[in-house]
């Protein structure tokens, strides 16, 4: 499968629609398109598999690690890769847009805000197509797209002030109707706020998807291969049974993470927020989202009570971000309502105003726990606007050797065979296949 990197030159210059763009214009040209992220983001693919019918696959080498990374877009389908990058091209202390292209030796369209430029458009992609000479990175900055450019003049003098080295690969025309609205964590998920569909024809309409099918290339020789398993549900009698949280309080999982899951067990989606009761389980997995905008369908549908229960009991439960405000004890919403939640976990969890953690981490498990056994790393990401004040006798899973833990330097709560951490993880990391080998114990 060929591929190229859309990548930014800062974060906020119009990356996603650029990317849903070239998504449309490539399929309007024939062509079955693959969409994907580099870095840890749920919501940018959000809105990738509402355009090109598929899910949008992670590419993050700090998650996953090169080969891992590898492996994820191999695992893709289609005859061509548009992989939509994080902040800007060169950003990102532990894993950027730029490692992800180095890794699979793809070519990088750099999309660029024309707002109020022309020929500094070019200049700008010359200093990035520069760069990357400078600090020797292997970084092929090869095309640019001119982001909110008018036609006429202004493409004219865009086009023709950039040197052969550069393909210009069009324009993204400048119209309220391809901006998509934000909240805290980032923009509105795909299915909440999908781009007009006429807007979005006329931003396709205005790349040039020859430019962009010629850039675009196969990956380095000799990237690992997918895994064994397809991702298709299991069919063994025998298969653990899982119940995964999955509605709009639970909406953050890696599609790598759905695959490995239903390689190793059967998965018996439900909707807490919506009113469902758990299900009959094995196990449950309460994903990240938003829990703080459904706190009060939470707290009066039967759900987290249910859970509680089965926690009790010794079910494993495992709980990422918003499954770890869902697990304590009240979750308070920025308006200052509080609401109880499961009581699983010695926490009280308080939404803020501004976000209290954003990063890569690095966890070293203190003990034997649901994704790790004691000594173990983990290495994940974590991006939220809550804080949790624990009980003086809650137990932690993880020491912190990188980046920001639930109380300081530790990280990951732990009650039964209960664990609810900030911390997301990919199942490159083998957390879910140690919480699938606790689930069948």
């Not at 060929?2 to 062509?31: D, F, I, N």
């Not at 949790?388 to 639930?406: C, K, L, W």
Request: hydrophobic share 40%; aromatic share 4%; charged share 25%.
């Amino acid at each position: 499968m060929r591929g190229l990197v859309l990548a930014g030159t800062a974060s906020g210059v119009g990356k996603t629609v650029a990317t849903l763009a070239a998504l449309r214009a490539l399929e309007a040209a024939g062509r079955s398109v693959q969409p994907a992220k580099a870095g840890p983001d749920f919501i940018d693919p959000s809105h990738h598999a509402r355009v090109a019918g598929r899910p949008s696959r992670t590419l993050d080498p700090w998650l996953q690690g090169e080969d891992g990374l590898r492996r994820n877009y191999a695992r893709g389908e289609g005859d061509v890769c548009v992989i939509e990058g994080m902040m800007g091209l060169y950003d990102g202390s532990a894993a950027s847009t730029a490692g992800v292209a180095a890794a699979l030796d793809l070519p990088v369209v750099l999309v660029v805000d024309a707002s109020a430029g022309m020929e500094s458009v070019a200049a700008t992609a010359l200093g990035f197509e520069a760069y990357a000479e400078e600090v020797d990175a292997d970084i092929d900055v090869a095309g640019v797209i001119a982001q909110r450019a008018h036609g006429g003049r202004h493409e004219d003098g865009i086009r023709e002030a950039l040197p052969e080295s550069l393909a210009y690969c069009g324009r993204i025309p400048p119209r309220e109707d391809l901006e998509i609205p934000d909240r805290h964590l980032g923009l509105r998920m795909g299915e909440e706020a999908p781009l007009d569909d006429d807007a979005l024809d006329a931003a396709a309409e205005s790349l040039r998807t020859d430019r962009l099918l010629d850039l675009a290339r196969e990956p380095a020789a000799g990237a690992p291969g997918s895994p064994g398993g397809d991702g298709a549900q299991g069919d063994r009698g025998d298969a653990p049974r899982i119940a995964a949280a999955d509605d709009a309080a639970f909406r953050f999982v890696y599609p790598a993470t759905r695959e490995r899951l239903r390689e190793r067990a059967t998965v018996v989606p439900f909707a807490p927020a919506a009113g469902d009761d758990l299900p009959q389980c094995d196990g449950v997995y309460l994903p990240g989202g938003y829990p703080e905008l459904h706190a009060g369908a939470l707290a009066e549908g039967p759900a987290l009570d249910s859970i509680a229960d089965a926690a009790a009991e010794g079910t494993p439960v495992l709980g990422e971000c918003g499954g770890l405000m869902a697990l304590a004890e009240t979750l308070t919403t920025v308006e200052g309502d509080a609401h109880e939640m499961a009581g699983v976990l010695p926490a009280t969890v308080e939404r803020r105003e501004r976000y209290q953690a954003l990063d890569h981490v690095e966890l070293r498990a203190r003990r034997g726990t649901l994704t790790a056994g004691s000594g173990d790393r983990l290495r994940g990401h974590e991006f939220h606007y809550s804080a949790a004040e624990v009980g003086a006798d809650a137990r932690f899973a993880f020491d912190v050797e990188r980046g920001t833990g639930i109380d300081g330097d530790r990280e990951g709560l732990i009650e039964h065979r209960t664990l609810g951490t900030y911390c997301h993880v990919h199942p490159e990391s083998g957390a879910f296949d140690a919480f699938l080998d606790e689930v069948e114990r």
